[in-house]
């Protein structure tokens, strides 16, 4: 069939084939000839917006999302969501709101228990989660802004009871309030929804989200989760650098806690400097953006140094592939305790 025969139904089946097997700039390529068929099309506006956001033209996405929305303005809440991926502080709060709405709408229509309820009410949660996390960080000074994140919290709570970034993210709210138990409570109930979960269970958060779970953790001092999470960690992928800058930083930890014996402080200070080095050793081999972060691995390695001498260095073998290769022992002492 030749270009110019080409109709929007010809074209929509290989822009998803394109995004389906992602080749963007194939797919934007249809896209854009669609849309001088059809400019003013709704749902092209918007999967032309989303293959802008995968070719991070970010303005032309947002403009296309916002078109798309003057078009059909009161049905299809994903350009919605992607409207407030694109956008900042209150507007951002203000389209992932008006995207909760229509969802929270088209959820009353459907069982309580059918598989689409279930799926609108994770996505509703997760919305409500975007807005919280706006106003503790780029609307924090706003006065309404704890108000807010609790009104927030609380309908996602009511909205998907076993969603657990719901829990962890009521965690960092409490001790942004310093009510430090209440956190605690609520890292303990966000870890009881997936903890004894199997490997590749949906119910499982993404690994970046576990890394985070495991910062927070440490804040409130629950080495014991922190640890039971890095060990989940490292089972599945132990090539990261924040994986051995967290356990460095958690056997540091237990290493300040005065009321234990000596002997045992001075392990925990070992397998410390033990994962810290890892850490280090592989932010040479595969890069990190969070420049901080080996900064703080090297102040901690220095500060260990100090108490507990280091014996002679063992050279760590680095993989063919460029991988750091662990023998089982060091598996084993990354999660003992």
Not at 40 to 64: C, I, S, W, Y
Not at 78 to 83: D, N, P, R, V
Request: with cysteine; aromatic share 8%.
């Amino acid at each position: 069939m030749a270009s110019s025969n080409y109709t929007v139904e010809d074209l929509i089946p290989r822009i998803q084939q394109n995004i389906d097997s992602m080749e963007y700039p194939m797919a934007y390529a249809f896209c854009n000839k669609a849309l001088e068929l059809e400019p003013q099309n709704p749902d092209l506006l918007e999967v032309t917006g989303q293959v802008e956001m995968e070719l991070e033209k970010f303005a032309e996405a947002r403009q296309h999302m916002l078109n798309a929305i003057q078009q059909k303005p009161d049905s299809g809440y994903s350009k919605y969501m992607y409207l407030g991926q694109l956008s900042i502080e209150k507007e951002a709060i203000e389209a992932f709101e008006k995207g909760v709405n229509i969802m929270v709408d088209e959820r009353r229509k459907l069982a309580n228990d059918s598989e689409e309820a279930r799926d609108l009410s994770s996505k509703i949660a997760s919305a409500l989660c975007s807005m919280t996390e706006i106003y503790l960080t780029d609307c924090c000074f706003e006065p309404e802004a704890e108000q807010k994140c609790e009104e927030y919290l609380l309908q996602a709570q009511q909205t998907d009871p076993e969603n657990s970034e719901v829990y962890q993210l009521l965690a960092s709210v409490r001790l942004s309030q310093a009510r430090n138990e209440d956190a605690q409570a609520a890292l303990q109930k966000s870890m009881e929804l997936w903890v004894n979960k199997e490997h590749g269970d949906p119910a499982i958060p993404i690994y970046d989200s576990r890394l985070a779970l495991v910062r927070l953790l440490l804040e409130l001092n629950m080495h014991e989760h922190a640890f039971t999470v890095l060990e989940g960690l490292q089972k599945e992928n132990d090539q990261v650098v924040d994986l051995w800058y967290l356990y460095g930083w958690t056997y540091f930890c237990l290493g300040e806690v005065e009321s234990r014996p000596a002997d045992e402080r001075q392990g925990h200070w070992e397998d410390a400097r033990d994962c810290l080095e890892t850490a280090v050793k592989l932010y040479q081999v595969i890069g990190s953006d969070d420049e901080a972060m080996l900064e703080h691995a090297h102040e901690l390695i220095t500060t260990i140094n100090q108490v507990v001498p280091p014996s002679a260095p063992e050279e760590e073998e680095i993989g063919g592939d460029g991988e750091v290769d662990f023998d089982d022992d060091d598996d084993d002492d990354a999660m003992e305790m």
